[in-house]
């Protein structure tokens, strides 16, 4: 099933969405949560019976006639895996061991449709379409040969990320000759030092901004429930400036597969209903696309293009850009 959260006539609900593409809301069923993160919290196979005779009878509302929400609303934490495929990890000087994980904030979130705002001072920002992951119950410690059994379902986001603000947000620390570097000196040993000089160096890159700044967050437009996916780790995941392609990848191109992304999380931190992981950039340039690498496509000069990411299974997010100059 497709699942969603949107308002009709300024009212917020949650439905389903038929196969012709209306949506059916879940009201009309006994027992029905109000919301779909209490539908994610507290699943009733009764319910769920209950929704697929329901949408099977179609007469819904036309998606022209309502706004998108995210579909979870309130999730408790949303983990970004960083530079998570191949393309990436080739290039890097230590690849990662394991996933390496940022968050964003709920408040960043967006629906379908809703406009991505950008700003003149955050300078360069940029999309990134990936595969999100809703859990569907406590996990913690998870085994990865059981992990996709957590998930309750898939959806679409566009992690938008600001090098510029990234940029304001770091600090280089340079300790003096023969002074004790601390615990960062000691633990980055690993770095392709240019000179004694440079290994005086630390550099310190907060995050907070540059991916969790308000609207950096487009979602949805609906959650396809895991029993529709047979393999997340073999979808296609097409991008567009407009109607033109510009990266054309697959989450078989992941370094991390959606299961070792689950289990190394949850090692760490307990992910509960509604919890939301995107599990990595499709960054392979289209053939011919205009850009060649994902930092080239700055919103900054899209000329009010919408963004566009179609991953197989589960459908399309779209959102346009809105460019506002600083006061």
């Known amino acids: 099933m497709r699942l969603s959260s949107y308002s009709i006539d300024g009212r917020s609900t949650w439905g389903v969405v038929a196969s012709d593409g209306t949506l059916v809301e879940a009201s009309g069923v006994a027992d029905a949560p109000a919301t779909l993160d209490e539908h994610i919290e507290h699943p009733s196979s009764t319910v769920v019976d209950a929704l697929r005779s329901l949408v099977a009878g179609g007469g819904g509302a036309s998606p022209e006639t309502v706004v998108w929400m995210p579909p979870v609303r309130r999730p408790s934490k949303i983990l970004g895996v960083a530079i998570n495929n191949v393309i990436g990890q080739r290039i890097a ?160 191109n992941l370094l991390f597969p959606v299961q070792r992304v689950i289990a190394h999380a949850s090692a760490s931190m307990t992910l509960l209903p509604g919890d939301i992981i995107h599990c990595g950039t499709s960054m392979k340039a289209a053939d011919d696309g205009p850009y060649r690498g994902i930092t080239d496509w700055d919103l900054r000069r899209v000329d009010g293009r919408p963004m566009r990411i179609d991953i197989d299974g589960i459908g399309t997010l779209s959102n346009p850009v809105q460019w506002e100059r600083d006061r």
């Open 93 to 252: 000087h230590r690849p990662f061991a394991n996933p390496a994980f940022f968050f964003k904030p709920p408040s960043s979130l967006v629906g379908h449709g809703q406009p991505v705002v950008v700003h003149e001072s955050y300078e360069v920002t940029h999309p990134e379409p990936e595969l999100a992951v809703v859990i569907g119950r406590r996990a913690k410690d998870v085994d990865e040969r059981e992990a996709l059994s957590y998930v309750f379902g898939y959806t679409i986001i566009n992690d938008i990320t600001s090098p510029g603000l990234k940029s304001e947000d770091s600090i280089e620390l340079v300790m003096p000759p023969g002074s004790n570097t601390g615990a960062y000196g000691r633990l980055l040993g690993w770095r392709s030092n240019r000179d004694d000089e440079h290994a005086r160096s630390n550099y310190l890159t907060y995050h907070a901004r540059s991916k969790g700044t308000d609207t950096f967050g487009p979602i949805g437009p609906w959650i396809v429930t895991a029993d529709e996916i047979a393999d997340p780790n073999t979808l296609s995941v097409r991008s567009f400036d407009g109607d033109t392609p510009v990266f054309v990848d697959s989450t078989a």
